[in-house]
């Protein structure tokens, strides 16, 4: 008997120890296992690499207050898990305090340090009530600060956190230029993207206007959005010496003017003056528009008898993009992005010119594109031969070193407003430029979807050559739109819902049913 309990004692010591011995190493060894398909429950590299370079001390604290309801305590529970991660990552550089802003002082002090409150809704004792809370982060490193005010997305926390340490860590901002002089939409005019470049780089108008015009050689990118003049030739060779002197450069171009104010919707090609530049350079925008069977859909008023009625109907001109270059970080992550009249690419002039392209993102594979003078009619039913193209290349990257267009020995070299344009770099060191066939995507009105933004900040973070941060936001996406399936598909997956379950029920019990039969005629046989 006392054998019995000494043997029952040791094992009850032994998993003591087990679990002892299990918390200890926990602690001082950190570990996540993430079945998600995306990582999103994972600190990216580049959040790893961040705290690990920290030089000094980051103190967050997080004004949350406590016993809250779902979904907010779920918030709550998201920014104490990712903080734990970055702490394990940090090797003792980032510490954190939660502290519950309850009574007048604490909640004082939450909004002195950049905390509001907001009002929530709960609901208590069968009714629905308002009551006060704080969910912010104040993030500090030496004598400056970044507040994260009311923590809501938490798709997009990793991020956020991120970037914040990064421009707390950050002595100097760089600077990206966008040119102007050309009826270009600025940068400043978009809110959205303005407020996302601007939180991580130092934005400068570059006016290309003027014959005396120089772009600055200390920028990180040059962007040149949707111009809708033509480009002159000294306006040109700014470019064209900027990029030869190793500059990146995102061409993002409308070549076909769409006028829907008119009564007849029509788009026409428009002459902006960079077509034989880009040519130079291994590329080409078409002039054309794209239209895709898997798109965006658009209100229209019709006629229902007497009365006008909204609709949605599918517009194939506004194409939801899904088929991205998984290995390139510009689009790797993007579930969709949607465009807003784009035009095709042709790449094939690269290889010739000792150049690499990478299309980021093509069309569908039941779409097509339509060319010269285009009468748009969102009424009109796209036959499967209008829709019979695949692949269709909407944005690119060139790769390489580029020879200059104005180079005497290429014969480009001309004299433009009174001056010899005669490039003083005829080569340049490898660098890159990105093409795309649309310059509104990323405008306010179509960057509600996320993943129009996202592909946009992205192609700035890459030309500056900051594409750890890329890895991060691209988690902030949107569920992937559904596959286009055939009609055909549509409705053997339709009826194939109706009426499957129904027979399974009835084939299980006519299973049971011939069961019970033959269970019945053995016992019997057995009497």
């Known amino acids: 008997m006392n054998t019995k309990k000494t043997q029952t004692l040791l094992r009850v010591l032994l998993v003591l120890g087990i679990l002892i011995l299990v918390n200890f190493i926990s602690v001082r060894i950190f570990g996540r296992l993430d079945l998600t398909k995306a990582g999103v429950y994972t600190l990216s590299d580049a959040s790893k690499n961040l705290v690990r370079d920290l030089d000094d001390r980051v103190t967050v604290k997080a004004y949350f207050t406590e016993d809250l309801p779902a979904p907010y305590n779920n918030n709550r529970r998201a920014v104490l898990d990712i903080l734990n991660d970055y702490k394990a990552y940090s090797k003792g550089n980032l510490h954190y305090e939660f502290i519950n802003p309850e009574g007048e002082k604490n909640e004082r002090e939450a909004q002195q340090a950049g905390i509001p409150p907001v009002e929530v809704q709960i609901v208590k004792e069968d009714k629905f009530e308002v009551k006060r809370a704080f969910l912010g982060l104040v993030m500090m490193y030496e004598d400056k600060k970044e ?214 993102v093509r069309s569908s ?94 192609i700035v973070d890459f030309l500056a050559d900051d594409a750890g941060l890329i890895t991060i936001r691209s988690k902030d996406i949107d569920q992937p739109p559904l596959e286009q399936v055939s009609d055909g598909t549509k409705k053997l997956l339709k009826y194939g819902a109706l009426l499957l379950p129904p027979f399974l029920v009835i084939g299980y019990g006519l299973l049971r049913w011939r069961r019970r039969i033959a269970l019945k005629r053995s016992f019997e046989s057995q009497l």
């Open 147 to 360: 507040v994260l005010p009311v923590i809501q997305n938490l798709g997009s926390l990793e991020y956020d956190i991120s970037a914040a340490i990064k421009r707390l860590t950050s002595r100097t901002k760089k600077r990206i230029g966008y040119t102007t002089g050309h009826q270009e939409t600025a940068l400043t005019s978009m809110q959205r993207a303005s407020q996302e470049i601007n939180a991580q780089y130092e934005s400068v108008p570059v006016d290309l206007s003027s014959n005396t015009a120089e772009i600055p050689q200390d920028l990180a990118a040059l962007l040149i959005i949707a111009p809708q003049t033509k480009f002159s030739d000294t306006a040109k060779y700014q470019i064209d010496q900027y990029l030869m002197r190793g500059g990146k450069v995102a061409f993002l171009l409308n070549k076909m003017n769409v006028d829907l104010n008119a009564q007849y919707k029509v788009a026409r090609s428009v002459d902006i003056g960079l077509e034989d530049l880009l040519e130079n350079y291994g590329i080409r925008i078409n002039s054309d528009l794209i239209r895709d069977a898997q798109c965006a859909s658009i209100t229209v008023m019709q006629n229902q008898g007497q009365f006008q009625m909204r609709s949605q109907v599918p517009f194939p001109y506004l194409p939801n993009a899904v088929n991205v270059d998984r290995s390139n970080p510009i689009v790797k992550d993007l579930q969709g992005l949607i465009f807003y009249f784009v035009s095709s690419l042709d790449t094939t002039l690269a290889t010739n010119k000792g150049l690499k392209a990478e299309v980021l």
């Open 365 to 458: 594979k039941h779409s097509g594109r339509q060319s010269g003078f285009v009468l748009i009619d969102p009424f009109h039913r796209y036959t499967p031969e209008e829709l019979a193209e695949s692949n269709i290349p909407m944005a690119a990257v060139v790769s390489g070193s580029f020879k200059s267009f104005f180079s005497a020995t290429s014969g480009s070299a001309v004299s433009g407003e009174g001056k010899s344009l005669v490039a003083h770099t005829t080569k340049s060191p490898d660098t890159r430029i990105i093409v795309v066939g649309d310059g509104d995507f990323m405008k306010d009105d179509f960057a509600g979807n996320r993943g129009n933004l996202t592909f946009f900040v992205n």
